[in-house]
């Protein structure tokens, strides 16, 4: 099984290295998509053993995902490991979602504990919200809909098409499995909520474009073979 890692980036010159070295000691090859950095992001990550891919201009993460996708299936990997660039994922926890995966699930997922003194609570009332609304419409718990941190089999992205622009990726890759009969399954996960992290999410678009997505997906049907 080739297993490789994914890790979108934009701007994080200052945290890839850590990752990106964590990481490699746990798949076969380490892929940073920089999806239009302006600062030394593309050029530390290979410096670190990374392979990069740069996006000419910043195009959000699911673009970056999805060229990670492309370059997966094209070189014949079997598992995809997502985790971001800016250390609120621990490497040290992929053997977890590679054991789920060796189990027969098709997506982990990594769940976080969400805890006020870790977490701001408002951050906390819109998983939890967004979690509920995506368990509804897949007809299963999910525990952490907005979870980038996971591993998925190959054969998930050669199957669904996605369509979703930056961060409702996670939701619709959740919902189309589900619909598609695909497994999966949660892993406990640490909350590592940094400050000096700044936030891609809009507070206010970025809410609104979900439940927008959710109710579109309520309707979407898997195609068969």
């Not at 490699?24 to 950095?37: A, E, T």
């Not at 590592?192 to 309707?219: C, G, H, M, T, W």
């Amino acid at each position: 099984m080739r297993i490789i890692a994914l890790i979108p980036a934009y701007n994080e010159e200052k945290n890839v290295c850590a990752v990106v070295r964590k990481t490699l000691p746990y798949v076969d090859y380490v892929l940073v998509v920089d999806d239009g950095s302006s600062d030394k992001t593309s050029e530390v990550a290979a410096q670190c053993g990374a392979t990069v891919i740069k996006n000419r201009e910043n195009k959000g993460k699911a673009d970056a995902m999805y060229r990670g996708f492309e370059y997966a299936v094209k070189n014949g990997f079997d598992v995809i490991v997502v985790l971001d660039a800016d250390g609120q994922h621990d490497p040290d926890e992929i053997p977890i979602f590679i054991d789920k995966i060796n189990e027969g699930f098709d997506i982990v997922v990594g769940a976080r504990q969400f805890d006020p003194s870790v977490m701001p609570k408002i951050r906390i009332f819109a998983n939890a919200f967004s979690s509920w609304l995506t368990s509804l419409v897949c007809h299963s718990r999910i525990s952490d809909s907005q979870s980038g941190y996971r591993a998925i089999k190959v054969d998930v992205v050669k199957k669904i098409r996605f369509n979703s622009k930056r961060y409702q990726i996670e939701t619709e890759m959740l919902i189309k499995a589900a619909k598609c009969g695909f497994k999966i399954t949660f892993v406990p996960i640490k909350t590592i909520y940094r400050k000096e992290a700044k936030s891609k999410v809009n507070q206010i678009i970025d809410p609104l474009k979900f439940v927008f997505l959710v109710l579109k997906l309520s309707f979407w049907r898997c195609k068969s073979d």
